[in-house]
Structure formats: structure tokens, C-alpha cells
């Protein structure tokens, strides 16, 4: 099983990002697949998820209306689109299945700064 995310960047505040995260090791297409964060000094959080079939769900309070997930199931990648990036998104991003079963990938850094 591997998790490998990518796309982490130094974004300006109200900037966009995409975050990637390519899996291999597992039946990708049987899971829904989650996004979590650890920002600096803190416990990883679930941001949200995306079902089998496709479907976005935001856990995140502080993100909803800004974030979004999504998948291709051909390509075996789930995806994260975040807007209007703010300070407070500054965190490591990782994937994982649903209630983060899988063995961690190294996680994408994502820093918001002027």
C-alpha cells in the first residue's frame, strides 16, 4: 500500500491550490478516500471525503464552501481543490481511506503567507 500526495506549495492568502494524492497497493475504486491536516503544533484532522462513487463531503467547518474533493477511480488519485486559502490552512495535507486505515504517506506541506 502506498499514499503519495503532491501539490503542496507557498500560496499567497485567497490563493488556490490542487492537491493530489495517487494510490497503489489496494482496490482504489472499493474505498471512499479522505483528506486530513496537521497544521503546525496540532492533532491531524479529517478535512473530508469522497466517496466510491464520487461524491464530496467537508468535515472541516473552518473549510467548508472552500474546499473540495474528488477522485478518478481510472487513475487511481483522489484530489483536493482548495480556494481562498487563508493563514489557518497552513498544515501538512494527507490521504488516506475513510477512517485512515492505510499506512501514512509522507503528506504534501502547504504553507499560506504573504
Known amino acids: 500500500v502506498q499514499l503519495v500526495e503532491s501539490g503542496g506549495d507557498l500560496v499567497q492568502p485567497g490563493g488556490s491550490l490542487r492537491l493530489s494524492c495517487a494510490a497503489s497497493?489496494?482496490?482504489?475504486?472499493?474505498?471512499?478516500m479522505s483528506w486530513f491536516r496537521q497544521p503546525p503544533g496540532k492533532e491531524r484532522e479529517l478535512v473530508g471525503f469522497?466517496?466510491?462513487?464520487?461524491?464530496?463531503?467537508i468535515i472541516l467547518d473552518s473549510v467548508k464552501g472552500r474546499f473540495t474533493t474528488s477522485r478518478d477511480n481510472a487513475k487511481n488519485t483522489v484530489f483536493l481543490q482548495m480556494n481562498s486559502l487563508k493563514s489557518d490552512d497552513t498544515a501538512v495535507y494527507y490521504c488516506n481511506t475513510r477512517w485512515g486505515a492505510r499506512p501514512w504517506g509522507q503528506g504534501t506541506q502547504v504553507t499560506v503567507s504573504p
Open positions: 469522497v466517496t466510491k462513487a464520487g461524491d464530496s463531503t
Open positions: 497497493g489496494f482496490t482504489f475504486s472499493r474505498f471512499d
